[in-house]
């Protein structure tokens, strides 16, 4: 991550909820291309292995602030 957005992503999330959500607006400039994404012809039996995990029990989740707090740490270094 470039060090100007990590400061101005620093700055947003210190931001009081309200404020944050409103940052959420920002997303609607973006062009539509972003948000699609072709799937690999390979990610459909693995999905599909995963979800049956899921649905018979045998799946290992991780809960979200888990997940979250995973990700913070991988983007930020915390």
């Known amino acids: 991550m ?7 992503l620093d700055e ?4 009081p909820e309200p404020e944050r959500a409103e940052l959420v607006e920002i997303a609607a400039t973006l062009e539509e291309d972003i948000y699609h994404v072709e799937m690999h012809s390979d ?11 899921i649905r018979d029990g045998t799946a290992e989740l991780i809960p979200w602030e888990e997940v979250k ?4 740490r991988e983007v930020f270094g915390d």
Request: positive net charge; hydrophobic residues 40%; proline residues 4%.
């Open 2 to 8: 470039e060090k100007r957005t990590k400061k101005i």
């Open 12 to 15: 947003a999330l210190a931001l």
């Open 43 to 53: 990610w459909g039996p693995e999905l599909e292995r995963r979800m049956q995990g």
């Open 69 to 72: 707090a995973r990700v913070h």
